[in-house]
C-alpha cells in the first residue's frame, strides 16, 4: 500500500493551522469533511422536515454503523450505535446475569467509567475487582490470569491505557476470560483508529469505543460490538424503540427485539452527531489503520526522543511495539504547564502527575519539537514561580 499524502490529509484539517494540537486523545481534530456532512444534516433539516428521517437519517445511521463495521472487522449486524461509552457499557450488563457469576474484573488503569459502572452495581450483588499497576503504565497479563475465576462474569478491560498509551494484548485476555467461563468486554476508546483492531481474530465478546478522539468524529456518537452468537440470549433490561423489531407498529404492549445488535439501542440517535462521526470514519478508513499506526508510532518515538534528550522521564511502556500514541511527561503541576502551553498556543492536556501529549497523523516532527521547546520553557517558569512562592528567591 503506497504511503498516503499526509500534508494533503493535514490540509483537511484546518484548525491545524491556528495552534499545535497535540492533544487528539483528548479531542480529535474537524475535518473539512466532517464539518460539510453536518452542514448537509442542516440542508435536510431545512429543506424536509420530520420527512428527512425517511429520506436521509435513518440511512445515515446504518451507513455509520457499516464504516464501523468495516473498521473493526465485524459483521453490520453485530455493531449498535450509541451515544456514549457508559450507555453501552449499561446496555451489556444489563443483559448479563450477575446471580451466577457476580464478578468483574477490572483494573486502576481503565478510564475511570469503566469502573464507576461495575461499582454502581455493588447493591445488586456485584463485586469488582481493581487490579493495581506494578509501574502506572501497565497491568501484567499474570494479575489478570490471577484474578479471573470461576465467579468472574466479566473481564473488562481497555486495549490502550488513558494516561501511559500502553497497548494491552487483548487476544491474551479474551483467552484468560473464557478459559474461566467468563465474557470479555474492551474499552477501546483510546485504540480504535489509532491501532488496527480485528475483533474476529482478538476473540473478544464486547467491545466499546467513541468516535470523537482517535476516529476524529466528534462527541455523540460511541459503538458496541456484539459477538454475534451471544446475541439472542442477550436481553438488555436498559431498552428503548429503536432497539425493538417492528419499531414502527407503535404497539405498546409488544415487545420484541431486533435480532442483531442494534436490540443494545434505545432512543433517537443524535443525527447531526452521525453526520460528524461517519465523516471521521470514512477520513480513518480511507487512510487505513495500518498506515495510521506507522505514522502515529513514528510521531510517538521522534517525541519521546525529543524529551529524553532532555532529560525528562516518561511514563511510557519500555517496549515501543506497546506504545500507542500517548505520551505522559511527569512534570510538577501539570494543570499549571498545560495552562502556559496554551497561552502559546501548544495544545495538550493533563492527568495527575503528568502532560499527556497525543500526536496523531496530521501532525509533524516540527510540531514536536516546538512543544519540546516550549514545555522546556513552562517547566523552568514553573519552577521559578514556585521557589518564589515559597520564599526562596
Ligand atoms: C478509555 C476511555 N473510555 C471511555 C471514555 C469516555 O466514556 P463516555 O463515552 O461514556 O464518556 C474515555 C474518555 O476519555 C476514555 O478515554
Redesign the pocket.
Known amino acids: 500500500m503506497p504511503e498516503p499524502d499526509w500534508d494533503r490529509w493535514r490540509g483537511e484539517f484546518p484548525g491545524l493551522r491556528k495552534s499545535v494540537y497535540l492533544n487528539t486523545?483528548?479531542l480529535g481534530q474537524l475535518s473539512r469533511r466532517s464539518r460539510a456532512a453536518v452542514r448537509r444534516f442542516l440542508d435536510q433539516w431545512q429543506a424536509h422536515g420530520a420527512a428527512a428521517w425517511y429520506s436521509d437519517w435513518l440511512k445515515e445511521l446504518d451507513q455509520t454503523r457499516r464504516e464501523f463495521a468495516r473498521l473493526v472487522g465485524a459483521a453490520v449486524d453485530e455493531v449498535a450505535v450509541m451515544?456514549?461509552?457508559?450507555?453501552?457499557?449499561a446496555a451489556i450488563s444489563s443483559s448479563l446475569d450477575f446471580a451466577a457469576h457476580n464478578r468483574v474484573v477490572a483494573c486502576e488503569l481503565?478510564?475511570p467509567?469503566?469502573c464507576h459502572h461495575f461499582l454502581a452495581k455493588e447493591p445488586l450483588g456485584v463485586s469488582t475487582a481493581i487490579l493495581s499497576s506494578p509501574d502506572g503504565v501497565h497491568v501484567p497479563l499474570e494479575a489478570f490470569a490471577e484474578a479471573v475465576d470461576e465467579r468472574t462474569a466479566l473481564l473488562a478491560a481497555?486495549r490502550?491505557?488513558?494516561t501511559s498509551g500502553y497497548l494491552q494484548d487483548v487476544a491474551a485476555l479474551a483467552e484468560i476470560a473464557h478459559r474461566h467461563g467468563a465474557l470479555c468486554l474492551i474499552?477501546?476508546?483510546?485504540g480504535t483508529g489509532q491501532v488496527p483492531i480485528d475483533v474476529k481474530q482478538a476473540g473478544v465478546d464486547f467491545l466499546?469505543?467513541?468516535g470523537?478522539?482517535w476516529l476524529i468524529g466528534g462527541p455523540g456518537v460511541?459503538f458496541l460490538y456484539v459477538r454475534r452468537e451471544l446475541i439472542p440470549s442477550l436481553r438488555p433490561t436498559v431498552a428503548g424503540w429503536f432497539g425493538q423489531r417492528c419499531q414502527f407498529d407503535f404497539d405498546p404492549r409488544n415487545m420484541e427485539f431486533r435480532d442483531d445488535a442494534g436490540r443494545f439501542e434505545a432512543g433517537t440517535p443524535a443525527v447531526a452527531a452521525l453526520y460528524a462521526a461517519r465523516a471521521g470514519l470514512e477520513i480513518i478508513n480511507a487512510i487505513g489503520p495500518a498506515n495510521l499506526r506507522l505514522r502515529t508510532a513514528l510521531l510517538n518515538q521522534d517525541l519521546a526522543g525529543r524529551l529524553q534528550e532532555r532529560g525528562y522521564r516518561l511514563r511510557i511502556p519500555a517496549d515501543p511495539g506497546r506504545h500507542a500514541g500517548i505520551t505522559a511527561v511527569p512534570v510538577e503541576n501539570p494543570a499549571g504547564v498545560t495552562r502556559a502551553l496554551a497561552q502559546r498556543r501548544i495544545i495538550v492536556d493533563n492527568r495527575p502527575g503528568v502532560v499527556r501529549v497525543s500526536p496523531y497523523f496530521y501532525n509533524t516532527p516540527e510540531e514536536n519539537e516546538a512543544f519540546a521547546l516550549a514545555l522546556d520553557e513552562a517547566v523552568r517558569r514553573g519552577r521559578g514561580a514556585g521557589r518564589r512562592a515559597a520564599g526562596v528567591l
Open positions: 486523545c483528548s451515544p456514549n461509552v457508559s450507555s453501552a457499557l481503565d478510564f467509567t469503566l481497555s490502550v491505557y488513558y474499552d477501546d476508546y483510546q466499546v469505543t467513541g470523537l478522539k460511541a
